[in-house]
Nanobody, 121 residues
């Protein structure tokens, strides 16, 4: 059974930093694109950042220059370093990954359970 488990959320003051982690576990053949999404109250889930297996990255305009996504392929883990946080960054952050499990051999989309990030003074 493939799972994504996030950690690192919490309460931080404006201008502060947080680092989110998301580890994939289970019988995994390969992992393609990994990504972070977020969903603020009463808003749709939005894409924050993506990283391919080759290391290419892409960011939402709202976080460019402040957030950095990275991955450790040996650990099946993706990170999101968030700096210069703003109150509008407050949301539940979800990890997403396109994973080929050993059980099926087909790529499927997996989600983590979400971790709350609150930016407030």
């Amino acid at each position: 059974q493939v799972q994504l488990v996030e950690s690192g959320g919490g309460l931080v003051q404006p201008g502060g930093s947080l680092r989110l982690s998301c580890a994939a576990s289970g019988s995994i053949l390969s992992i393609n694109t990994m990504a972070w999404y977020r969903q603020a109250p009463e808003k749709q889930r939005e894409l924050v950042a993506t990283t391919t297996s080759g290391g290419s990255t892409n960011y939402a305009d709202s976080v460019k220059g402040r957030f950095a996504i990275s991955r450790d392929n040996a650990k099946n883990t993706v990170y999101l370093q968030m700096n210069a946080l703003k109150p509008e960054d407050t949301a539940v952050y979800y990890c997403n990954a396109a994973i080929r499990p050993m059980s099926s051999g087909y790529v499927s989309n997996y989600w983590g359970q979400g971790t709350q990030v609150t930016v407030s003074s």
